[in-house]
């Protein structure tokens, strides 16, 4: 599955012991992170060119400053300017607008107790203007919030990571598929088996007719199963639900996991894909496990051979060919239906390992 970093700026405060900073540099260049919070001597000499380094020191190569009275002399040695500012009341807001008025590229915000409403404000006065918005995270379950705060979300994060591990879990939080690669594979064979255990994931979003998610009997072929945001003359539109299938399935993760079905669980985030591949985040509300008839699905992709099984029931379906709503109950042999295929490799608890796998 291809990675990329949300179009957003992270900005590490790097830690004062010398050899934990140079760690915790390597790995953030090594994935393209190059923004940092810190004396300007903990960077190597080698690599200083490579990074923007944001200090209160003049060395650095946008001044950090706690008072705009400094603007004017900053801009005079040539160097960019960023506000760092405590938001406790309204007025506070005043005084960001203030400083991008005088030409801040930035402000670094910190907030008290009340920490989403001020940013949503600041984001709706600053998303047109040429200043980048900054919002401190302490733990690492705040950065969607922040990358989500009125949708459009804040320009960057400032994090201080302990050592390079920290780094890592910070990216495996944002490093989502924009775009996966969908493939048609072809039905070979279609037959109900009787009762068995099927999951309905409750999303807290509004979900279009396009979106599903990606669901598979096999760790290296996932079927897309639609939403239930179609109405029919026997059942309203549920948009936030995806009836995905039995218990024992494989659902794929933003992070390039999986779980299984019987896992999910309120909290979880899940990834949206739609008939083009296009990606998204949603937050699981709840899961639904209950009895209901099981209809077996078997497939071929170059040989391949794959199956699923879903809820014998109008309501369960999957993506044609062209992304047209093919019902579960209507299936038939020589359809051709969306999938994602992923390189066949073994899972311990969800995480991909090398290693040889034969499923059927």
């Given at each position: 599955?291809?990675?990329?970093?949300?179009?957003?700026?992270?900005?590490?405060?790097?830690?004062?012991?010398?050899?934990?900073?140079?760690?915790?540099?390597?790995?953030?260049?090594?994935?393209?992170?190059?923004?940092?919070?810190?004396?300007?001597?903990?960077?190597?000499?080698?690599?200083?060119?490579?990074?923007?380094?944001?200090?209160?020191?003049?060395?650095?190569?946008?001044?950090?400053?706690?008072?705009?009275?400094?603007?004017?002399?900053?801009?005079?040695?040539?160097?960019?300017?960023?506000?760092?500012?405590?938001?406790?009341?309204?007025?506070?807001?005043?005084?960001?607008?203030?400083?991008?008025?005088?030409?801040?590229?930035?402000?670094?915000?910190?907030?008290?107790?009340?920490?989403?409403?001020?940013?949503?404000?600041?984001?709706?006065?600053?998303?047109?203007?040429?200043?980048?918005?900054?919002?401190?995270?302490?733990?690492?379950?705040?950065?969607?919030?922040?990358?989500?705060?009125?949708?459009?979300?804040?320009?960057?994060?400032?994090?201080?990571?302990?050592?390079?591990?920290?780094?890592?879990?910070?990216?495996?939080?944002?490093?989502?598929?924009?775009?996966?690669?969908?493939?048609?594979?072809?039905?070979?064979?279609?037959?109900?088996?009787?009762?068995?255990?099927?999951?309905?994931?409750?999303?807290?979003?509004?979900?279009?007719?396009?979106?599903?998610?990606?669901?598979?009997?096999?760790?290296?072929?996932?079927?897309?199963?639609?939403?239930?945001?179609?109405?029919?003359?026997?059942?309203?539109?549920?948009?936030?639900?995806?009836?995905?299938?039995?218990?024992?399935?494989?659902?794929?993760?933003?992070?390039?996991?999986?779980?299984?079905?019987?896992?999910?669980?309120?909290?979880?985030?899940?990834?949206?894909?739609?008939?083009?591949?296009?990606?998204?985040?949603?937050?699981?509300?709840?899961?639904?496990?209950?009895?209901?008839?099981?209809?077996?699905?078997?497939?071929?992709?170059?040989?391949?051979?794959?199956?699923i099984l879903v809820q014998n029931a109008e309501t369960i379906r999957l993506a044609?060919?062209?992304?047209?709503?093919?019902?579960?109950?209507?299936?038939?042999?020589?359809?051709?239906?969306?999938?994602?295929?992923?390189?066949?490799?073994?899972?311990?608890?969800?995480?991909?390992?090398?290693?040889?796998?034969?499923?059927?």
């Amino acid at each position: 599955m291809s990675k990329r970093l949300l179009d957003k700026e992270i900005v590490l405060i790097l830690p004062y012991e010398k050899s934990l900073a140079s760690e915790v540099v390597k790995t953030a260049l090594e994935n393209k992170i190059k923004s940092f919070l810190c004396n300007p001597e903990l960077i190597e000499s080698n690599i200083r060119s490579q990074v923007r380094v944001f200090s209160s020191s003049n060395q650095g190569d946008v001044i950090l400053l706690d008072s705009l009275e400094e603007a004017e002399d900053v801009k005079e040695m040539g160097k960019k300017f960023a506000l760092k500012i405590k938001i406790t009341k309204k007025a506070d807001e005043s005084r960001v607008l203030d400083a991008a008025q005088q030409g801040a590229m930035g402000i670094f915000v910190e907030t008290e107790d009340w920490k989403i409403i001020p940013l949503e404000n600041l984001v709706a006065q600053l998303h047109k203007k040429d200043t980048k918005l900054y919002a401190n995270i302490d733990l690492l379950e705040e950065v969607q919030t922040m990358f989500g705060v009125l949708e459009l979300g804040v320009d960057g994060i400032i994090y201080a990571p302990k050592d390079s591990d920290d780094v890592k879990n910070l990216l495996s939080l944002l490093s989502v598929p924009r775009r996966l690669e969908l493939v048609a594979v072809k039905i070979t064979g279609v037959r109900d088996v009787g009762m068995g255990d099927r999951v309905c994931i409750d999303t807290a979003s509004m979900l279009e007719i396009d979106d599903g998610v990606l669901i598979g009997s096999q760790s290296s072929l996932f079927f897309l199963i639609r939403s239930e945001a179609i109405a029919s003359k026997f059942s309203a539109p549920r948009p936030f639900r995806i009836n995905a299938g039995a218990v024992h399935s494989y659902i794929l993760l933003p992070d390039a996991r999986t779980k299984y079905l019987s896992e999910i669980e309120a909290g979880d985030e899940v990834l949206i894909v739609d008939s083009k591949g296009k990606t998204k985040l949603a937050t699981v509300g709840r899961s639904k496990i209950e009895r209901r008839p099981l209809r077996l699905i078997k497939a071929v992709y170059n040989g391949r051979k794959t199956s699923i099984l879903v809820q014998n029931a109008e309501t369960i379906r999957l993506a044609g060919k062209k992304g047209e709503l093919i019902s579960a109950t209507e299936i038939k042999p020589n359809d051709e239906v969306l999938a994602y295929i992923h390189e066949a490799s073994g899972r311990h608890f969800g995480i991909e390992v090398d290693e040889y796998i034969l499923e059927k």
